[in-house]
Structure formats: structure tokens, C-alpha cells
């Protein structure tokens, strides 16, 4: 790979040997969570470019500060692409994350104590769902449903009763642990229904979304909220989109209520990965994720693995590690795993009595695999090497021959640059 960071290596030789080291991680191993990806190169020229250097607070051509003419120019292209890809009636871009994305839906139509119905947790949910150490679970009054017992998909009849109960203003339908599709209609009807709005918090599905390949949230939700990478292979950060009548709300709780100036570099990275996501490889490449992602399914069922719902709709799988061998805990995994070079992360498996920091499973996914090239035919190796690794117990011997593989591997395979 080309080094393009001399500057920062004769100014600063500790920083640069750090970012040298995890590019080199990324280069090595095989990245299997399923909320990261590898971006292009020009979204991260992007990122470091000089609009890191431009204070812009406000919006497009309604400016606190001067000078922002081009920022503007920037701002104004992420909108319209986005608008574009999504088919949504208003977009905030300004977001700096897709908690703050979620954030601004919570402030623009709620007031501390209401009640926001949303999936738990544990069952598959994100930490903005109403998690007790969470700001979602310090404001507002959670009230959680979650999956069934028997099949670990939503049980919507619960969701219409929860919702009929406790009388939510919010509905949140969005997962960031749920490998199946989401019936947005149905949530919308059970919205419709008690007089609550819906949130879609896409961030793990956008990517799918964007592409017809999943459900779409835009013409039957008040908010649709997501991260802009994961499946979107865009820069870290996120956007909220609304129907037009809550636009002036929604960007009144980013700025000044929620957030200072924006981040003009990642709003620019942004603009780039929404035109990247408007080209017809980016569908080839978002089916290729699922392919993957089914493949990876089918091939650990064979090795014994059992999977939360049976199966996979999208990127990721739910692996319950307990049927496999009831002594692995999800952190044994993640680490034996992390030393034969394969990245996964310990999760939470619906009804768990593990903590959250051992687990009963691992959350695995393949928008970076596919990024990288890899296709359906490599699954079953993979899931060979996940088989080995956690039947041996982590045998430093396995491991490091996996390690060998996986490396070589990831060699044939190089992070695009």
C-alpha cells in the first residue's frame, strides 16, 4: 500500500506507527463485525482533507459562521444524493453518529417521561433503545418486546399488545443483533393503531435498504434514522430522514439543540458514499453481502453451530453457541477467534444467562468480507476455521495454523487502497 502519511511520520512517529499497525490489522485479518466495513479511499481522502478545518453551524446558506460557501456546496450534495438514494422527503445530515441520529427523533417529538415502545436489548435491540445506562433509558419511560421463545424472531403480536397497554408516543422498529427482515407495515399499522409515531433505525440494513433488497421503511415511518457505514460503506457517522411536515423540528434538535458545528469532512465522505451507493455495482455488491451472509449460515449449521432464527434474511448471523458446546462462552470465542485472525464480537443471545461481558454467542457478519472480494465459495472455509478454533478450545497449535491461513487468505484479498 502506498504511504501516504510522510508528514505525519517525521512529525509525529508514534501516531504513525499506530495507524501503520492497525492498517495492517485490517490488511491481515479477516474483519467479521457486522457494524464495520472498509470504506473507499476517497472517502477517507475525505476525511482528512482541509474541510476538517471549517467551522459551519446552522444549515446550508443559513449560516453562524463565514466563509462556508464551499461547505455549503458539500452539505447541499449529501442532501441531494441522499434524497436520491433513500427516496425520503427530508434529510438532516449533520448527525455526527447514529445515536445522535436517533437522538434528534427522541427531542423532536418527545418530552422526558413519555414512553418509547422499542426492542430490547438483549433480544437483538441497540443501547439507544432504551437501555437503562443509556440517555434513551435515563429520559424516557422504556417499555421493551422482543422475539419468541421458539423461532427468535419479533413477536409482533406482542409488540401490538405492549403498544395497545402502555399507549408508547414512539415506536421503534430497528435492530443492531436481528438477522431477519423487519415487516415495517406491520409496525407502522400498530402505530397507526395506538397514535404513535415510528421510528425505522436502519443502520445495520441501510445498505440493503437503499438497494430493494429489504423492506423499505421511507413511505410507511414518521423517521427513519441509520449509521452511514455498515452496509452503507460510508465514513462513521449518521443522518435522520423524515416525512417534510417534521423537517423543521428535526433540524432544530441537531442544531443548536443537540449538536454545535458539523463535521464538514464527514459530511463530504457522506456526499461520496451516497453516489457510490447510486451505482448499479453497489447493488451487485449488497447481494453479494447477502449471498455471503447465507452461505456463512448454511456451512456452520453444518458444523453443529446453531443460529438464532435458523437462519439469515441479511448481513449477519446470530451464532447461540450453547448447542455447540455449552462451556464456550461467547468471549472464549471472540478471542480464540481474534487469534486465528478472524474479528468477531461477543453478543447477547435472546433469553442469555451469561452477562453481557462472557455472552452465550458471537454476532458475525459479512459487508467487509465481501468488500474485500470474498464470495460464497469461501464461506464454508471460514466456517471451517470457526470450527476448529472453539473445538480445539483455542489449542495454541490450531490457532496459529489457522492464523497461517487466514492470513494468507487476506493476502490474495487486500483491503481496496
Not at 462556508?68 to 434529510?91: P, T
Not at 421463545?149 to 413477536?155: G, H, P, R
Not at 416525512?243 to 454545535?260: D, L, T
Not at 463535521?263 to 451516497?274: N, S
Amino acid at each position: 500500500m502506498a504511504d501516504n502519511l510522510q508528514t505525519l511520520a517525521q512529525q509525529d512517529p508514534e501516531v504513525y506507527k499506530i495507524i501503520k499497525n492497525e492498517e495492517n490489522r485490517q490488511q491481515l485479518m479477516l474483519e467479521m463485525i457486522a457494524s464495520e466495513n472498509h470504506t473507499s479511499p476517497a472517502v477517507m481522502e475525505a476525511q482528512g482533507s482541509c474541510l476538517t478545518n471549517k467551522y459551519a453551524e446552522g444549515l446550508p446558506r443559513k449560516r453562524y459562521y463565514g466563509g462556508c460557501d464551499h461547505v455549503d456546496e458539500a452539505e447541499e450534495l449529501a442532501i441531494d444524493r441522499c434524497k436520491a438514494l433513500f427516496g425520503c422527503e427530508h434529510v438532516n445530515v449533520q448527525p455526527h453518529s447514529g445515536s445522535q441520529a436517533n437522538m434528534a427523533v427522541y427531542f423532536s417529538c418527545l418530552q422526558p417521561g413519555d414512553t418509547i415502545l422499542a426492542m430490547d436489548l438483549s433480544h437483538g435491540g441497540h443501547l439507544t433503545h432504551g437501555s437503562k445506562v443509556n440517555f434513551s433509558g435515563k429520559l424516557y419511560n422504556i417499555v421493551s418486546y422482543g422475539v419468541k421463545e421458539d423461532t427468535k424472531m419479533i413477536d409482533y403480536d406482542q409488540v401490538a399488545e405492549l403498544a395497545k397497554q402502555h399507549n408508547p408516543k414512539l415506536i421503534i422498529a430497528g435492530a443492531s443483533a436481528y438477522p431477519r427482515k423487519i415487516d415495517f407495515e406491520k409496525f407502522a399499522q400498530i402505530a397507526k393503531d395506538n397514535d404513535a409515531k415510528l421510528l425505522a433505525d436502519i443502520a445495520h440494513i441501510a445498505g440493503l435498504v437503499c438497494t430493494q433488497l429489504h423492506p423499505d421503511p421511507i413511505p410507511v415511518c414518521d423517521f427513519v434514522t441509520t449509521t452511514t457505514h455498515k452496509t452503507l460503506r460510508g465514513p462513521r457517522s449518521g443522518i435522520t430522514m423524515c416525512k417534510e411536515e417534521y423537517a423543521k423540528s428535526i433540524n432544530s434538535c441537531v442544531f443548536p439543540r443537540m449538536q454545535g458545528g458539523p463535521l464538514c469532512h464527514v459530511i463530504a465522505a457522506k456526499a461520496i458514499a451516497f453516489a457510490e451507493a447510486l451505482k448499479p455495482d453497489f447493488k451487485s455488491y449488497s447481494e453479494q453481502v447477502i449471498k455471503n451472509s447465507k452461505s456463512l449460515a448454511d456451512a456452520l449449521l453444518s458444523k453443529g453451530f446453531d443460529l438464532c432464527s435458523g437462519g439469515t434474511d441479511n448481513h449477519l448471523n446470530l451464532v447461540d453457541l450453547r448447542p455447540y458446546d455449552a462451556n464456550v462462552t461467547g468471549a472464549d470465542a471472540e478471542n480464540w477467534l481474534h487469534d486465528a485472525g478472524i474479528v468477531v464480537n461477543k453478543n447477547l443471545i435472546p433469553f442469555d444467562t451469561r452477562k453481557a461481558t462472557e455472552t452465550s454467542g458471537i454476532r458475525i457478519g459479512t459487508p467487509a468480507l465481501t468488500t474485500r472480494g470474498l464470495t460464497e465459495e469461501h464461506m464454508p472455509l471460514i466456517a471451517n476455521w470457526f470450527d476448529t478454533a472453539l473445538s480445539s478450545k483455542g489449542d495454541s497449535t490450531a490457532i496459529e495454523n489457522i492464523r497461517k491461513e487466514t492470513e494468507e487468505l487476506c493476502k490474495s484479498f487486500p483491503v481496496p487502497h
